[in-house]
Nanobody
Framework: QAQLVESGGGSVQPGGSLRLSCAAS????????VGWFRQAPGKEREGVSC????????DYADSVKGRFTISRDNAANTVYLQMNSLKPEDTGVYYC????????????????WGQGTQVTVSS
């Protein structure tokens, strides 16, 4: 059974770092583009970053460029999101999702989703 599981969320102070993991089981993650999305309370889900299939190009929202890095570990069948210099506005539930084809920013075009992991940035 295909499954995505996010982990690595938590509570940090502004300026801190977290590394989120998106581990896949039941399928080969490198065959798919993987996106990270987040949703803050009362706000719509927004795209944060994406890495295209077969170690293809990466994409970042303007709000996280230079602070977040997306990467793959194909041996571990996992995609990571390294988040540095975290800000309170980065708070939200972070989801990973997969799609066939290149990265896109529209979450509707991602078919399989994990359950999410909470990130809270607060002093």
């Amino acid at each position: 059974q295909a499954q995505l599981v996010e982990s690595g969320g938590g509570s940090v102070q502004p300026g801190g770092s977290l590394r989120l993991s998106c581990a896949a089981s039941g399928f080969t993650l490198n065959y798919y583009s993987v996106g990270w999305f987040r949703q803050a309370p009362g706000k719509e889900r927004e795209g944060v970053s994406c890495i295209s299939s077969s170690d293809g190009p990466t994409d970042y929202a303007d709000s996280v460029k230079g602070r977040f890095t997306i990467s793959r570990d194909n041996a571990a069948n996992t995609v990571y999101l390294q988040m540095n210099s975290l800000k309170p506005e980065d708070t939200g539930v972070y989801y990973c999702a997969t799609r066939s084809g290149w990265c896109v920013r529209d979450s509707v075009l991602f078919l399989d989703w994990g359950q999410g992991t909470q990130v809270t940035v607060s002093s």
